[in-house]
């Protein structure tokens, strides 16, 4: 069966644990979480949808579990949120942090000590650390070229 969710979303994530799932809608710039029953694969919505930026475009949680990350495509950055282990429910870390223009995607490595975000209409990478406490971003400067218009990043083991 369908669930309710914002409006227009368009990228959705599971928790490392598979307890949790999260949605970001692009339309009404908010992300909402679900958890995930074990036996059906059914999704329950954790409460309203958390704010983020304009219109956010992807979502990912890092490989700890703790810290959800959503890349807002129109206002250039990304909002971090600590995620409730026992609810999966979502609270911001802070304010977000500016990214190249457009961002499109955003990965966290194995590692879950660095966050990379592709920015479509800057056609870099920036790459950010993530404290391991509370999982804010810090932008370490560094900015990697693409090809023309880079539309998603993946890490490997």
């Known amino acids: 069966p369908a669930v309710a969710t914002g409006s227009g979303p368009i990228s959705v994530t ?3 644990s598979g307890r949790f799932a999260y949605v ?6 908010n992300v909402s979480a679900y958890t995930i029953n074990p036996a059906t694969g059914a999704l ?3 409460g309203s949808a958390v704010p983020t930026g304009t219109s ?6 890092d490989p700890s579990g ?7 495509n129109s206002s250039n950055d990304v909002s971090t949120y600590a995620i409730n282990a026992t609810t999966g429910a ?7 942090v500016a990214t190249g223009t457009n961002p499109i995607s955003i990965t966290i490595d194995p590692s879950g000590r660095f966050a990379y975000v592709s920015n479509s209409n800057s056609d870099n990478v920036s790459v950010y650390t993530i404290h391991p406490t509370t999982g804010a971003l810090t932008n370490t400067g560094a900015l990697f070229s693409t090809g023309v218009n880079p539309r998603t990043i993946v ?3």
Do not use: E, M
């Not at 956010?56 to 949680?61: E, F, L, W």
């Open 24 to 29: 970001v809608n692009n339309n009404s710039s």
């Open 155 to 157: 890490t490997t083991h």
């Open 44 to 46: 329950t919505s954790v």
């Open 56 to 61: 956010p475009i992807s979502v990912t949680v």
């Open 14 to 16: 599971v928790d490392p």
């Open 90 to 96: 979502l609270t911001s870390v802070g304010l977000a």
């Open 66 to 72: 703790r810290f959800a990350y959503a890349a807002n």
